[in-house]
T-cell receptor
Framework: GDSVTQMEGPVTLSEEAFLTINCTYT??????LFWYVQYPGEGLQLLLK?????DKGSNKGFEATYRKETTSFHLEKGSVQVSDSAVYFC??????????FGSGTRLLVRP | DAGVIQSPRHEVTEMGQEVTLRCKPI?????LFWYRQTMMRGLELLIY????????DSGMPEDRFSAKMPNASFSTLKIQPSEPRDSAVYFC????????????FGPGTRLLVL
């Protein structure tokens, strides 16, 4: 079945550092891809999405490009802030319109 | 818009008791999803509804779990009887359906079964 694999965390960075969180997927066809973020004690919030190959999703300085050739959707940000500390989930929407999530990557940004 | 509303936010109960979690989706959304989040298993889809009809309940762990959606603005997830291994955060999400749809999550209900 469809699946999503994310890099293990936690990822610890200093403020203003460059962020990459790797995400690869296995799926039949070309599913829509998502990044969700979860702050402590809260539900998941959509961060960005891409619905077809070569699309780039972006929001709040975060970007991810849908790479069909490498089946990847890596999350990047040029300069992280302390307020970006959270858990980030990569997900795909399968052919039954169900979201399949990765295991999540915890990001900790130090001042 | 108020977003997805869940109640209660926290629930502590004793093993064997019935637990009912409630969800009000975003108005106009026709898909509703129940998820469970634990450290061991991460995020699991339990069941989802489309136009108030259960479409896929393959993620419901066992017969102790049941879910209903009597109308477009309300859904319940019931656990009877509850067990300590049911302790988790339960999220409800809603969406407008279709390819590329975004699911909007509620704040979750943190359940502790003693």
């Amino acid at each position: 079945g469809d699946s999503v694999t994310q890099m293990e965390g936690p990822v610890t960075l200093s403020e203003e550092a460059f962020l990459t969180i790797n995400c690869t997927y296995t799926a039949t066809g070309y599913p829509s891809l998502f990044w969700y973020v979860q702050y402590p004690g809260e539900g998941l919030q959509l961060l960005l999405k891409a619905t077809k190959a070569d699309d780039k999703g972006s929001n709040k300085g975060f970007e991810a490009t849908y790479r069909k050739e490498t089946t990847s959707f890596h999350l990047e940000k040029g300069s992280v802030q302390v307020s970006d500390s959270a858990v980030y989930f990569c997900a795909l929407l399968d052919s039954s319109y169900k979201l399949i999530f990765g295991s999540g990557t915890r990001l900790l940004v130090r001042p | 818009d108020a977003g997805v509303i869940q109640s209660p936010r926290h629930e502590v109960t004793e093993m064997g008791q019935e637990v009912t979690l409630r969800c009000k989706p975003i108005s106009g959304h026709n898909s509703l999803f129940w998820y469970r989040q634990t450290m061991m298993r991460g995020l699991e889809l339990l069941i989802y509804f489309n136009n108030n009809v259960p479409i896929d309940d393959s993620g419901m762990p066992e017969d102790r779990f049941s879910a209903k959606m009597p109308n477009a603005s309300f859904s319940t997830l019931k656990i009877q009887p509850s067990e300590p291994r049911d302790s988790a955060v339960y999220f409800c999400a809603s969406g407008s359906g279709g390819a590329g749809e975004t699911q909007y999550f509620g704040p979750g209900t943190r359940l502790l079964v003693l």
